[in-house]
């Protein structure tokens, strides 16, 4: 896809912000939380082959790809970086099913962890965070610059979709050539927001399912201080870690709800509207400018989206909803 861009710093709004999904989930597993639950448990398939790649950071850590290349691949074909979610790394089951997808229809994959994440366990001194889009920056520039003939593009998932989002704001015009295209599933734009709905009694399984995660690899940060939402993890870690005053502090320069306005790279946006803790609105409400197109869907959950797709991708809807949009 190749960048659009208007002479103006702030392309118009579109008039038809938001495009409805044609998306039908099996009958019996249109709940939300079915379809959230599946995307986490689903099989994922073997992964593709791929190497490891460090990338080192301008702060003196580091992190790792893994970064998987097609035999027919040539340098004029496309690179695609996955960003993957909280919690999540290289072998989460979306990051390996779709990086074996990019594979076989010829695309070079990067699943990119964030930092201490994955591959990369171990190599850096800081954790990573919601707005984080340096290190992702980074990793963009030394593939690019490597392979400059290669268009390359983003798919981040949940929170590695903010990420690509605020990543792809701060890029504008001035490094147009870098990106050419990205898409953020089910991202939360509003990171204040979805840590409250998080904290919600309702929401009390995912929560404890993401905080079990985050404790994981978060031990040496955390210094064995208790945390039981996303805002006290905040906190505790990543407001001082990084220098914010406090975790509002943090959400307000991380989220980006407030920065669509400045995307110039070709963008697409997918939402559904029963996603359990991601407030849709947030996003569909937001203006944009006419790079970004949203997508929404009736139903879906958080990342799911499991229906019938076709005989390629059967139930994995998704998949075949961001195959079509790269290769359009």
Same mark, same amino acid.
């Given at each position: 896809?190749?960048?659009?861009?208007?002479?103006?710093? =702030?392309?118009?709004?579109?008039?038809?912000?938001? %495009?409805n999904? +044609?998306?039908? *989930?099996?009958?019996? !597993? &249109?709940?939300?939380?079915?379809?959230?639950?599946?995307?986490?448990?689903?099989?994922?398939?073997?992964?593709?082959?791929?190497?490891?790649?460090?990338?080192?950071?301008?702060?003196?850590?580091?992190?790792?790809?893994e970064?998987?290349?097609?035999?027919?691949?040539?340098?004029?074909?496309?690179?695609?970086?996955?960003?993957?979610?909280?919690?999540?790394?290289?072998?989460?089951?979306?990051?390996?099913?779709?990086?074996?997808?990019?594979?076989?229809?010829?695309?070079?994959?990067v699943?990119?962890?964030?930092?201490?994440?994955?591959?990369?366990?171990?190599?850096?001194?800081?954790?990573?965070?919601?707005?984080? =889009?340096?290190?992702?920056?980074?990793?963009?520039? %030394?593939?690019? +610059?490597?392979? *400059?003939?290669?268009? !390359? &593009?983003i798919?981040?998932?949940s929170?590695?979709?903010n990420?690509?989002?605020?990543?792809?704001?701060?890029?504008?015009?001035?490094?147009?050539?870098?990106?050419?295209?990205?898409?953020a599933?089910?991202?939360?734009?509003?990171l204040?927001?979805?840590?409250?709905?998080?904290?919600?009694?309702?929401?009390?399984l995912?929560?404890?399912?993401?905080?079990?995660?985050?404790?994981?690899?978060?031990?040496?940060?955390?210094?064995?201080?208790?945390?039981?939402?996303?805002?006290?993890?905040?906190?505790?870690?990543?407001?001082?870690?990084?220098?914010?005053?406090?975790?509002?502090?943090?959400?307000?320069?991380?989220?980006?709800?407030?920065?669509?306005?400045?995307?110039?790279?070709?963008?697409?946006?997918?939402?559904?509207?029963?996603?359990?803790?991601?407030?849709?609105?947030?996003?569909?409400?937001?203006?944009?400018?006419?790079?970004?197109?949203?997508?929404?869907?009736?139903?879906?959950?958080?990342m799911?989206?499991?229906?019938?797709?076709?005989?390629?991708?059967?139930?994995?809807?998704?998949?075949?909803?961001?195959?079509?949009?790269?290769?359009?």
């Open positions: 896809m190749a960048a659009q861009h208007n002479s103006n710093d =702030t392309p118009p709004i579109n008039d038809n912000p938001l %495009i999904v +044609d998306f039908n *989930p099996f009958p019996g !597993l &249109s709940s939300p939380h079915i379809q959230t639950i599946l995307a986490c448990f689903a099989p994922a398939g073997s992964p593709p082959p791929s190497c490891p790649r460090i990338i080192p950071l301008q702060d003196g850590d580091a992190l790792c790809c970064i998987s290349t097609p035999p027919s691949w040539t340098p004029q074909n496309r690179t695609v970086i996955l960003i993957h979610g909280l919690g999540g790394c290289h072998s989460a089951s979306y990051m390996v099913r779709f990086s074996r997808k990019l594979y076989q229809q010829g695309f070079r994959a699943r990119f962890n964030m930092r201490s994440c994955g591959s990369g366990r171990g190599l850096a001194k800081l954790p990573y965070h919601g707005g984080l =889009t340096d290190d992702v920056h980074c990793a963009m520039k %030394i593939i690019k +610059d490597e392979i *400059p003939t290669s268009p !390359l &593009s798919v981040g998932y929170l590695g979709g990420i690509a989002l605020k990543l792809a704001s701060e890029l504008g015009e001035s490094q147009s050539d870098l990106l050419d295209s990205m898409i599933v089910c991202p939360p734009v509003n204040a927001e979805t840590a409250e709905i998080m904290a919600k009694p309702m929401n009390h995912y929560n404890r399912y993401y905080m079990h995660h985050l404790a994981q690899f978060t031990k040496e940060w955390t210094q064995g201080k208790l945390f039981s939402t996303i805002y006290e993890f905040d906190n505790i870690v990543t407001a001082p870690r990084w220098g914010f005053e406090s975790p509002a502090a943090y959400y307000k320069d991380s989220s980006s709800y407030d920065k669509l306005t400045k995307i110039k790279t070709p963008c697409h946006i997918l939402l559904a509207a029963d996603d359990p803790f991601i407030n849709y609105r947030s996003c569909a409400d937001s203006e944009r400018s006419s790079a970004v197109k949203v997508w929404v869907s009736a139903y879906g959950g958080h799911g989206f499991f229906g019938w797709a076709d005989k390629d991708h059967r139930y994995y809807w998704l998949d075949k909803f961001l195959l079509d949009k790269l290769e359009a």
